[in-house]
């Protein structure tokens, strides 16, 4: 029997992919590394702020009606929101905008939006910003 001298051992340094493959073999993707989860943390917020309720002038984000945003390492994106009232005219509307916006977004895979009302959204979820737009100081 011969040993493998370091000159013809097989080459086992893997290129980086996206993907990393889990105990039973499957494919499954690497973690997001910081710098790209800030940067897709920051673009979102931006997509957030580009969508407006009609009757209001201040956009959803500030309004407080973004309660939670998940991005998995494939970048799918999962977004809870609400609405300022559960009879709002555009409640039908809104999700397919905050979907659109988010889908803009670069690297965003796939987007759902649940629309939730638990908790029910009230002016102490409005940011600084809202609340002076609307001039509620």
């Known amino acids: 029997m011969s040993e ?6 097989p080459d086992t340094a893997q290129e ?3 993907f990393s493959l889990d105990d039973m073999g499957a494919n499954q ?4 590394e910081q710098a790209e989860l800030d940067r897709l943390t920051d673009e979102l917020i931006g997509a957030f702020k580009s969508v407006f309720d009609p009757e209001i002038p201040v956009d959803i984000y500030e309004l407080g ?7 998995s390492d494939d970048r799918d994106v999962v977004v809870d929101m609400t609405l300022t009232a559960p ?3 555009v ?3 809104m ?12 690297g965003v895979r796939t987007c759902d939006v649940n629309l939730i009302f ?3 959204w009230d002016s102490s979820k409005m940011s600084d910003e809202a609340k002076l737009a609307l001039n509620m100081f």
């Open 4 to 9: 493998a001298s370091p000159d013809t051992a």
């Open 95 to 106: 999700p397919s905008w905050v979907q659109d916006a988010v889908m803009k977004v670069e």
């Open 65 to 71: 009606l973004i309660y939670r945003v998940d991005v």
């Open 87 to 89: 009879g709002c005219p």
């Open 118 to 120: 638990d908790p029910p």
């Open 91 to 93: 409640a039908g509307e």
């Open 16 to 18: 980086t992919s996206m």
């Open 29 to 32: 993707p690497q973690a997001l």
